[in-house]
């Protein structure tokens, strides 16, 4: 089946300690994108690619890294700058980027800072 | 900056009873696209409808309808008939245009917490 697969689902980190949240797409698209979710709050934009070997930053990137040496991969590193990390992260690809396609979201990984 | 505003943080319902959840969003743009995502306990957010700024009429599938009126800069979403698998969380979400090359992000509401009480 064509999606975006996260994982791991659960993970914890010790304070001080960087970690990968990975994030693969099989639906050949070009646009891919990290949020962030806090309870109460939207999703806020953390990185986002339109192509292979090529990323941006959005709203909250510091603190964060990411890489995209492959079209279905958008791993994000939550790097121990990141002074507030437990959070819900989600990622996302679109055909690309634009308002005219939607976005199709993968299921989350859920960060806990032990 | 764009702004998307769900004044609506929790809504409660008895099942088959219809509910309207409420958006209204800022920008100063012309053309821009407006969103609503459902995301169910399992976490993934689920597209439900994308709207142009350019088209103003009513949509309707099934259950589900989206009343978009510019004059009033709002995009409310009505379910008719709720079953209890409509408990969720909405969001509302508006693009945004983010650098002069064509790149769009979403800006999303603070969400809706809906629950259909059986």
């Known amino acids: 089946d064509g999606g975006i697969t996260q994982s791991p689902k659960y993970l914890f980190r010790k304070e001080g300690q960087n970690v990968t949240l990975s994030c693969e797409q099989n639906l050949n698209h070009d646009a891919m994108y990290w949020y962030r979710q806090d309870p109460g709050q939207g999703l806020r934009l953390i990185y986002y690619?339109?192509?292979?070997?090529?990323?941006q930053k959005g709203d909250i990137a510091e603190g964060y890294s990411v890489s995209r040496e492959k079209k279905e991969s958008f791993p994000l590193t939550v790097t121990s700058a990141q002074k507030n990390p437990t959070a819900f992260y989600l990622c996302a690809s679109s055909l690309r980027q634009g308002g005219d396609t939607e976005a199709f979201f993968g299921q989350g990984t859920r960060l806990t800072v032990v | 900056a764009q702004k998307v505003t769900q004044a609506q943080t929790e809504i409660s319902v008895v099942e088959k009873e219809d509910v309207t959840l409420d958006c209204v969003y800022e920008?100063?743009?012309?053309?821009?696209?407006l969103f609503w995502y459902k995301q169910p306990p399992s976490g993934e957010l689920v597209f439900l409808i994308r709207r142009n700024s350019f088209d103003e009429q009513n949509e309707i599938s099934g259950r589900y309808s989206w009343n978009f009126q510019k004059s009033t800069s709002s995009f409310n979403f009505t379910i008719t008939a709720s079953q209890v698998v409509d408990s969720a969380v909405y969001f509302c979400a508006l693009s945004e245009p983010i650098s002069n090359f064509g790149n769009e992000k979403l800006t999303f509401g603070t969400g809706t917490r809906l629950t259909i009480i059986p």
């Open positions: 920008t100063r743009d012309t053309t821009y696209y």
């Open positions: 690619s339109q192509i292979v070997n090529d990323f």
